[in-house]
């Protein structure tokens, strides 16, 4: 079994990082967008744990958080307050009889070193399942829920995913593969990047969309057409995608990274006789993160992982708490491949 090593005494604050002022939204986000700062950390009240805050992962939805206006249908950070975000961490003090000191736990308090709260708001998770605790913040539930429930990706189809080298993208596509799926395409940004989906993680084939037109190159790649399209981008990876769909075809809509924090590529065009006349489906999805999503996904992700099936694409910084903005800055300027996952512990 494996074990947690845990601090004899709780340390007097906890340091964190708070948002300092919203960026504009369509502009850069840089250091100054965030400030660090320290809370007291005091023993549990009733029913409450302190966890001590091990990994966390960044995506770049926290971008999305940090505008008042997004469309996401997720809180926004309030300037002076700590952030909050998926992270995993090890119970060290507990008042509640619903968690142990030593549990791991998953929870959204991170952008911090502990986080202290009723035991209810943390979701234990077995630390045997998978290789480490960083490998519970997969995109798994997303990957699997647009790829599988959304649109069903099957046997001897050609699959294109864009923006397959992030968190959710690199996932999908293996999951795609998993499926059987025939052919599975995926677009990226740089030379490097399409290394890593068809040397590491199985893509068959992928492209560099600043390489040229989208339209051009994925016709290359898919000389019969595509047949699901698992969508993180839109704007021109969308259009082109709609002008190779075979009849019948599956979109699985997950993002619009080309729109989501400026640009245009959040509105793309879709000529409808085609949608039309070819039979396409077009469908959008929040995954919700429910419990049987997330443990059913945990549990496949395992057992592929032990039989060697799957990798887990990911990206590790170290550097603790302090490293946080500096990673989100590089995280929006496409510096990492796969889940980006910070080490806080
Ligand atoms: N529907 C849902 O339930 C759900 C849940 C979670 C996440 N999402 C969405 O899924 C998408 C992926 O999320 P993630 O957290 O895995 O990764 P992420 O952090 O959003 O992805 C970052 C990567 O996306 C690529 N990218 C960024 N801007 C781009 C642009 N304008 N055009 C093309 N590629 C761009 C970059 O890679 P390159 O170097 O390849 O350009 C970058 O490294 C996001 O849109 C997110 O909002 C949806």
Redesign the pocket.
């Known amino acids: 079994m494996s074990t947690a090593v845990l601090p004899d005494a709780l340390p007097a604050t906890s340091l964190e990082v708070r948002l300092a002022a919203y960026p504009d939204p369509e502009g850069e986000v840089t250091l100054d967008h965030f400030a660090m700062g320290e809370s007291e950390l005091s023993e549990p009240g009733e029913g409450q744990v302190v966890v001590r805050n091990d990994w966390m992962?960044?995506?770049?939805?926290a971008?999305?958080q940090m505008n008042p206006a997004t469309k996401?249908p997720i809180p926004v950070f309030q300037p002076g307050v700590a952030m909050w975000g998926r992270t995993v961490g090890t119970v060290v003090r507990s008042s509640s009889p619903d968690l142990a000191v030593g549990d791991l736990v998953e929870h959204f308090s991170g952008w911090r070193q502990y986080a202290v709260g009723s035991a209810q708001e943390f979701f234990r998770r077995d630390r045997d399942l998978l290789p480490g605790p960083e490998y519970f913040l997969s995109?798994g539930p997303?990957a699997w829920?647009?790829m599988v429930d959304t649109v069903g990706a099957g046997e001897g189809e050609t699959v294109f995913v864009?923006?397959?080298?992030?968190?959710?993208?690199?996932l999908a596509g293996q999951i795609a593969k998993l499926r059987g799926a025939k052919r599975v395409i995926g677009?990226?940004?740089?030379r490097e990047?399409i290394d890593f989906l068809v040397k590491e993680i199985g893509f068959d084939a992928a492209f560099?969309?600043h390489d040229g037109p989208v339209a051009e190159q994925l016709a290359e790649l898919a000389p019969d057409g595509l047949d699901v399209v698992f969508d993180?981008?839109?704007?021109e990876?969308f259009e082109a995608a709609v002008r190779l769909a075979n009849r019948g075809a599956r979109f699985a809509?997950?993002?619009?990274?080309?729109?989501?924090?400026g640009?245009d590529?959040g509105s793309p065009r879709l000529p409808l006789m085609t949608a039309i006349s070819r039979d396409l489906s077009f469908r959008?999805?929040?995954?919700?993160?429910t419990p049987d999503q997330i443990d059913g996904w945990n549990e496949r992700f395992g057992a592929w992982l032990r039989e060697g099936r799957i990798v887990f694409p990911h990206t590790v910084v170290d550097g603790g708490v302090e490293a946080l903005p500096q990673a989100f800055v590089d995280?929006?300027?496409?510096?990492?491949?796969g889940?980006?996952l910070v080490k806080l512990s």
Do not use: E
Request: charged share 10%.
């Open positions: 992962t960044l995506g770049s939805v971008r999305d996401l995109q997303t829920h647009g864009s923006g397959a080298t992030n968190g959710v993208g690199a677009s990226t940004g740089s990047k560099d969309y993180n981008v839109g704007g990876q809509l997950c993002g619009a990274l080309a729109g989501q924090h640009g590529g959008g999805f929040a995954t919700l993160h995280l929006l300027r496409r510096r990492y491949s889940t980006v």
